[in-house]
């Protein structure tokens, strides 16, 4: 299946951060820089696997002043260049010192900000840190476990991309770590007008890891339990000697859980595409009611 109108992939770091080196080495190619800068530089990449083709377009952005970046990254207009993303992934070199390690942290840091702010919580891309080597240069050794934990703390997911083979349990590290993660990314775009139809703060059901179950109804299913649970909140904790109003909302509750049901009953038998198209518009009239 080609996956058409794909989400993109970004790829920065500072400017000796190792962007490009680590581009030639997924992808088999890199982009060469102009005037010694990647920032502004696009590459392209096919990636199949045996359920999908994807065409996906790789922009390349320098951060050489992370606060001037970042005050960008989070300006209004900037909303629709991160909601067309698929993935991000920021390389860096292992740190030297600590100056060093802090500057890094606080990259990752600003990334994580700049995709709250413009998708919310409802994001559903990936998030790679990846470690470049340093060269001759020593660096500060860390244990993997502080690098995994902070990222996984801001979205992300630390990658070494000095290591090579499998790790003890089996899963695939460095470059083909980076690969298998973007192989399993959504790169669909179809549902980008689910911001503008249902906003940005869509939350889907969450289990105790804090991880989203996202599907194919997740935003819609966020919006509609968001007002499930006001109309719960205002059933079990309202005054008790409103009864008829009370009931009213109960039947209202109940009214709302029957029609997404419905919903995903009719389109259940729906290419993937076109169920998401469906229940965006079938979500968005239900919505007008409220």
Same mark, same amino acid.
């Given at each position: 299946?080609?996956?058409?109108?794909?989400?993109?992939?970004?790829?920065?770091?500072?400017?000796?951060?190792?962007?490009?080196?680590?581009?030639?080495?997924?992808?088999?190619?890199?982009?060469?820089?102009?005037?010694?800068?990647? %920032?502004?530089?696009?590459?392209?990449?096919?990636?199949?696997?045996?359920?999908?083709?994807?065409?996906?377009? &790789?922009? $390349?952005?320098? &951060?050489?002043?992370?606060?001037?970046?970042?005050?960008?990254?989070?300006?209004?207009?900037?909303?629709?260049?991160?909601?067309?993303?698929?993935?991000?992934?920021?390389?860096?070199?292992?740190? $030297?010192?600590?100056?060093?390690?802090?500057?890094?942290?606080?990259? $990752?840091?600003?990334?994580? +900000?700049?995709?709250?702010?413009?998708?919310?919580?409802?994001?559903?891309?990936?998030?790679? %840190?990846?470690?470049?080597?340093?060269?001759?240069?020593?660096?500060?050794?860390?244990?993997?476990?502080?690098?995994?934990?902070?990222?996984?703390?801001?979205?992300?997911?630390?990658?070494?991309?000095?290591?090579?083979?499998?790790?003890?349990?089996?899963?695939?590290?460095?470059?083909?770590?980076?690969?298998?993660?973007?192989?399993?990314?959504?790169?669909?775009?179809?549902?980008?007008?689910?911001?503008?139809?249902?906003?940005?703060?869509?939350?889907?059901?969450?289990?105790?890891?804090?991880?989203?179950?996202?599907?194919?109804?997740?935003?819609?299913? %966020?919006?509609?339990?968001?007002?499930?649970?006001?109309?719960?909140?205002?059933?079990?904790?309202? +005054? %008790?000697?409103?009864?008829?109003?009370?009931?009213?909302?109960?039947?209202?509750?109940?009214?709302?859980?029957?029609?997404?049901?419905?919903?995903?009953?009719?389109?259940?038998?729906?290419?993937?595409?076109?169920?998401?198209?469906?229940?965006?518009?079938?979500?968005?009239?239900?919505?007008?009611?409220?």
């Amino acid at each position: 299946m080609d996956v058409t109108n794909p989400r993109r992939i970004l790829a920065l770091g500072a400017p000796d951060g190792g962007v490009l080196t680590l581009l030639k080495d997924l992808t088999g190619s890199a982009p060469t820089p102009v005037d010694t800068t990647t %920032a502004g530089l696009s590459h392209t990449w096919t990636l199949e696997t045996q359920y999908y083709r994807a065409e996906l377009s &790789i922009w $390349i952005d320098e &951060i050489a002043d992370l606060e001037a970046w970042r005050t960008e990254f989070v300006k209004p207009e900037a909303k629709e260049v991160v909601s067309a993303l698929g993935a991000w992934i920021f390389c860096f070199r292992k740190p $030297i010192g600590q100056k060093e390690l802090d500057a890094t942290k606080d990259s $990752i840091r600003a990334i994580a +900000d700049v995709i709250k702010k413009a998708c919310g919580y409802s994001w559903d891309g990936t998030c790679l %840190a990846v470690g470049m080597p340093q060269g001759i240069t020593p660096h500060l050794q860390l244990e993997d476990e502080e690098w995994e934990e902070f990222c996984r703390e801001l979205g992300f997911e630390y990658v070494d991309a000095t290591t090579k083979g499998k790790n003890e349990f089996g899963e695939p590290t460095g470059i083909d770590r980076v690969k298998e993660a973007l192989e399993t990314t959504e790169w669909d775009g179809a549902d980008d007008e689910f911001g503008d139809i249902l906003g940005e703060e869509g939350l889907g059901d969450m289990d105790e890891s804090g991880e989203g179950e996202w599907g194919a109804f997740s935003v819609e299913e %966020a919006e509609m339990n968001r007002e499930l649970l006001g109309m719960k909140t205002a059933v079990n904790g309202g +005054d %008790a000697g409103d009864e008829e109003d009370e009931a009213l909302q109960v039947e209202e509750l109940e009214r709302m859980m029957g029609k997404l049901q419905a919903i995903k009953d009719t389109s259940s038998s729906m290419p993937e595409a076109e169920r998401k198209r469906f229940a965006a518009k079938a979500v968005a009239e239900v919505m007008k009611t409220l």
